[in-house]
């Protein structure tokens, strides 16, 4: 089985720090994105990547960065974080191809204080 | 831009009996997949079923079957016989088909099944 590992599955942390959240696949998977979750909301991507130092942005980056030194992690990283980042973000993986579906990790509940 | 609406933020149903989720959608694409996500309490979502637009059968998954209207770019749930551990956050979502194409996620639909 496809295993997405998320490093905390819940944070808190304070306005203006900067925070990191790992996210490691075990599947050799060349696709990676980050979404965050809101109620009513759905899941929004934030940024994605499909190879080892390649990024793109998703529909909401502003305010995040993200870095893919390896192809088995993608990191992503509030610059400085703030109050309305408080949410829920989930990591997937997925092969390249026409029809893989995404693999996700069990989240990681992050409150900005 | 592409769209994905879930117009039922909650639905309820008796165990034993049958339920549907509906999704609508909005493309300009011909070429493109759906898929119905599952998330339990617990968080980890769990792919349910997918979709190809080519195909015109509906994808069947054990006790999850898809009524998918093109023209009318609808993306319906059936869950039969439902079961208490059907309870979760259902998300339907569409990515365009070429390969490594984002997930567009709808709102989601909470169900809850009575015992």
């Known amino acids: 089985d496809v295993k997405v590992t998320q490093s905390s599955r819940y944070l808190v942390k304070r306005t203006g720090e900067k925070v990191f959240l790992e996210c490691v696949q075990d599947?050799?998977?060349?696709?990676m994105f980050w979404y965050r979750q809101d109620p009513g909301l759905g899941l929004r991507l934030i940024y994605f990547?499909?190879?080892?130092?390649?990024?793109e942005k998703g529909d909401i980056p502003e305010g995040y960065s993200v870095s893919r030194e390896k192809k088995e992690r993608f990191s992503l990283i509030l610059e400085s974080a703030s109050t309305n980042q408080t949410s829920m973000y989930l990591c997937a993986s997925s092969l390249s191809g026409r029809n893989q579906p995404q693999h996700f990790g069990d989240g990681t509940r992050l409150s900005i204080l | 831009a592409q769209t994905v609406t879930q117009s039922q933020p909650e639905m309820s149903v008796q165990e034993a009996e049958t339920v549907t989720l509906s999704c609508t959608y909005d493309?300009?694409?011909?070429?493109?997949?759906l898929f119905w996500y599952k998330q339990p309490p617990s968080r980890q979502m769990i792919l349910v079923i997918r979709q190809e637009a080519y195909k015109q059968q509906n994808a069947t998954e054990n006790r999850f079957s898809v009524n998918f209207q093109k023209a009318a770019k609808s993306f319906s749930l059936k869950i039969s016989d439902s079961q208490l551990g059907d309870a979760a956050m259902y998300f339907c979502a569409y990515r365009r088909g070429y390969q490594g194409g984002k997930l567009i996620f709808g709102q989601g639909t909470e169900l809850s099944v009575k015992p």
């Open positions: 599947m050799d998977h060349e696709n």
């Open positions: 493309t300009s694409e011909s070429d493109y997949y």
């Open positions: 990547s499909y190879d080892v130092k390649m990024k």
